[in-house]
């Protein structure tokens, strides 16, 4: 799949539905109950490949990152500190599918601006192996993000 401006075309067609939908419909982006029902709505817009990473994504919950539970199951990003946000579902999947190659039991990642640590703990669900070890180190520049990550991840 070509990216153009770091965005592939599956998020790119994903983010212009919703706005687009927005503007048609004149409602708020879409928002859900829970991680089940966000996910499932992803699905079935064919936007997640692999049920490895459906399964982890689910076990890992948004709204433990998140500071406003009204948006922890909507479609776009969400405040989780002061300024930096929780990156959209629809980010997440794209990189996990991307990845999903090096995301086996044993790997060794590393996140270089660790945001929330929602993506770190998703992939430390993935890596991790009591026969293989496996782990997932971050670093963030943002001392309040680090801060948050660090919480969040514990």
Known sequence: EKVEEGISKNASRAILEEISLQNVTGTAPRM?????????????????????????????DRKDFSFSPVHSYSNLGTIFGVGPILSSPWFHFEA????????????????????SGYLACIMA?????????????????????LVSAEYNIR
């Open 32 to 60: 859900f109950h829970s991680m089940d029902d966000m996910v499932a709505h992803i699905q079935a817009l064919g936007r997640i490949e692999t049920q490895k990473i459906r399964k982890n994504f689910i076990a890992v």
């Open 96 to 115: 996990l599918e991307r990845i999903r190659g090096a995301l086996q039991p044993g790997g060794k990642v590393l996140i270089v601006g660790a945001g």
């Open 125 to 145: 669900r993935m890596v991790r192996s009591e026969s293989e070890g496996g782990h997932v180190d971050i670093t963030e520049r943002d001392k309040s993000s």
